[in-house]
């Protein structure tokens, strides 16, 4: 019988709560394990703040967004904390015998250090930018690119009905992964992403090409992180950072607007989703890839397989070193982005 510790770091993120049932659901059906969830992420872990999680307190959690243990951004070794005498001693106190951080890099990145220390851990890989390395699609992804779709959809009747350009910005610090998906399936005329700095002359230059060819309306998909090349726009840059050292983003799309209507004199308006992206139900599949990922990672708890992550390659959920998923972060496919191109305009 094994005692395993849960927590979600990080931003939330449609499937977590399928994760958090299934790891419980299999612990229970392959023995007699107990199960603890660590509120608010590291932050629970660091100040002991935990709840049972039973059968009962799992039921009915799968379609619910967020999750249900809080989460955060707190990170034990911020500011030269000593992060692993505090998660040991929680550990030890608490009785736990393996720890299940479901998260992104920053909370796989303090999984793996811990591994290193020798507290035992099965990572579990979560992020919407689906950015994360050692996995093919990380859950809640489907989910953002299913709300963006829609978003455009909506955006084109009003952008038709008043000649208007409209910026649409959408998550994603250093990958493109969301506003190429959604910007294919709802047909953006432009879409601009972190891997590929943008020159502000040639967006105004193929929005002027598609008026000149009687195409009144454009829709430009713009994730948070795209930035222009250099010299070619002066953009306001945000001083907040998290406490990973993460600047806050947001606010390209506010700058887009201003300079392709001052540059074409098109009527030009911008819509922000923010974390519209990450709210709500999560569609079947998240739902899907979450349960087979808590699956797995409480069958690689049980056999102490530790400083591992779960992860998805091709049909097939696998087990891959925090080390290899945390290598370097997984960039959009040039050639996902190509195909994204023919159809700009």
Partial sequence: MARIGLLTGGGDCPGLNAVIRAVVRSGLAAGEHSFLGFRYGWAG???NEADELTLGSTAGILPRGGTILGTSRTNP???GAGGSAAVRATLEERAVDVLIPIGGEDTLGVALRLHREGVPVVGVPKTIDNDLGGTDVTFGFQTAVQIVTDAIDRLHTTAESHNRV???EVMGRHAGWIATHAGIAGGADAILVPERPFDIDEVVAHLAR???RGRSFSIVVVAEGATPREGTLQTRLGTATDAFGHARLGGIGVTLEGEIERRTGYETRVTILGHVQRGGTPVAFDRVLATRFGVAA???AAAGRFGT????HGTE???VSLEEALREPKLLDPSLY???ELFFG
């Fill in 309 to 312: 992550m779960v992860a998805l």
């Fill in 77 to 79: 070794y911020a500011g």
């Fill in 338 to 340: 190509a195909t994204a």
């Fill in 298 to 300: 409480m069958s690689a």
């Fill in 317 to 319: 959920i696998v087990e």
């Fill in 166 to 168: 409209m910026v649409l």
């Fill in 210 to 212: 598609r008026h000149a």
């Fill in 45 to 47: 872990v660091l100040e």
